[in-house]
């Protein structure tokens, strides 16, 4: 039996499950496989278990040793505690060459009820999920989609009742698109992180006219500025505390003078803190030393947009925070 998103239940609940399997695993015909994030395990056990809460008092360690925790009680279940490896450089390479497959060239069937393109009209903003199939691989045919408004830009929202096309070439991808999402395996740890950056940057570059898509896109031997929103995306999936402050320090630059180089290279100088800001500044050191060809006026036209997907970040859309 396979149970997984344990990490995702009430503290009670997970303690019932663990009662359950432990009662399971007294008959031989089972096997438990659970995968889960053991942080959340602990949490669960300390919260429903006054016991493995710190008692006041016990001071000497000898009655700290005779003290219970957590520990002990999955012990007791788990015979065999596994931790998943942090995903490497060539790990993540590999999956972004699946996530992110260059796809220029195929075709795209257009949605047969508007023709050539597929139109967002006449609702209003809400969440919206996207089936995986048709953003972890090659773009699937396009159907209209439902309860999403669509957007021209950071700040301009077409009126209801207009109907924006979108431009089917900007759902490929470039092969050097890949090749520098594969540079930043470092801002990114899990494969869900990654999943999830794929995902948005297809959102973010999905909406651009052809105009604003080849100076997007670029070249193969000149790229152009995708590099900007796909490292202020890398930056928000690994650091989403730190890009608040960051984001907003970027925000406020001029554009006309702003030295991305410059400012990666010491972003504690730009009076933004916090406890990972030292592993941050060493993922952005090697891209510092190779060079940040984009412009200090991509990243600040970006950083409305990127920000927007985020649960922390979302405030930097509001032009007077």
Not at 94 to 99: A, F, G, P, Y
Not at 153 to 160: G, I, L, R, Y
Request: charged share 15%.
């Amino acid at each position: 039996m396979y149970v997984d998103d344990l990490d995702r239940c009430p503290s009670d609940r997970v303690v019932e499950l663990l009662e359950a399997v432990h009662l399971l695993l007294a008959f031989d015909l089972f096997v438990v496989v659970v995968g889960v994030d053991p942080r959340w395990l602990l949490h669960s056990l300390q919260a429903k278990f006054s016991a493995f809460q710190t008692e006041p008092g016990k001071s000497t360690s000898a009655e700290a040793g005779w003290g219970t925790t957590p520990q002990d009680y999955l012990e007791k279940i788990f015979q065999i505690p596994f931790s998943l490896r942090r995903m490497e450089s060539t790990g993540f390479s590999k999956l972004m060459q699946r996530l992110l497959p260059e796809s220029v060239g195929q075709p795209i069937p257009s949605s047969p009820s508007t023709g050539a393109a597929t139109t967002l009209a006449n609702s209003s903003p809400s969440a919206a999920s996207t089936p995986e199939s048709q953003l972890s691989g090659a773009p699937q045919s396009l159907v209209p989609v439902a309860n999403i408004t669509a957007v021209s830009d950071a700040n301009t929202v077409v009126p209801p009742g207009t109907d924006r096309r979108l431009n089917q070439e900007s759902l490929n991808i470039r092969a050097w698109e890949t090749d520098y999402a594969s540079q930043l395996a470092a801002f990114i740890p899990t494969p869900r992180g990654a999943k999830r950056f794929t995902n948005i940057y297809r959102l973010l570059k999905a909406p651009l006219d052809p105009d604003e898509l080849s100076i997007f896109e670029g070249t193969a031997s000149s790229p152009g500025e995708f590099r900007a929103p796909m490292l202020l995306l890398a930056i928000l999936t690994g650091f989403p505390y730190l890009s608040v402050a960051l984001f907003g320090a970027i925000r406020d630059q001029n554009p006309l003078s702003f030295s991305p180089s410059a400012f990666f290279s010491n972003i504690a100088a730009q009076s933004i803190a916090g406890p990972d800001i030292q592993k941050l500044q060493n993922c952005l050191n090697p891209l510092v030393k190779a060079g940040l060809a984009e412009s200090g006026e991509a990243f600040v036209r970006w950083i409305p947009k990127v920000a927007r997907f985020s649960f922390y970040t979302s405030r930097i859309t509001e032009l007077n925070t």
